[in-house]
């Protein structure tokens, strides 16, 4: 059974931040490595965001055009 250490010293603890920054250095790294190019996430979520955006916006349109297509023919029908 693994007991909780009660204090750490500066030597762990910078060990540990060393640790940490070379994880993360290696996540970077893998996420901007996609089949040997380098590549911007930034940009790519910008571009797949804009996507995003686009497909909501054509559902709104879709939505607006039957709600108004309902109300003429409740209209009509009165």
């Given at each position: 059974?693994?007991l909780m250490r009660e204090a ?12 940490m920054d070379r994880g993360f ?28 955006e686009a497909r909501f916006d ?21």
């Open positions: 059974m693994l750490w010293t500066d030597e762990r603890l910078d060990d540990l931040s060393a640790r250095d290696r996540v970077d790294c893998d996420i901007r490595e996609v089949k040997g190019e380098v590549r911007d996430l930034r940009t790519d979520m910008d571009k797949r965001f804009e996507r995003l054509s559902m709104q349109r879709y939505a607006l055009g039957g709600f108004l297509t309902l109300v003429g023919l409740i209209l009509t029908h009165f």
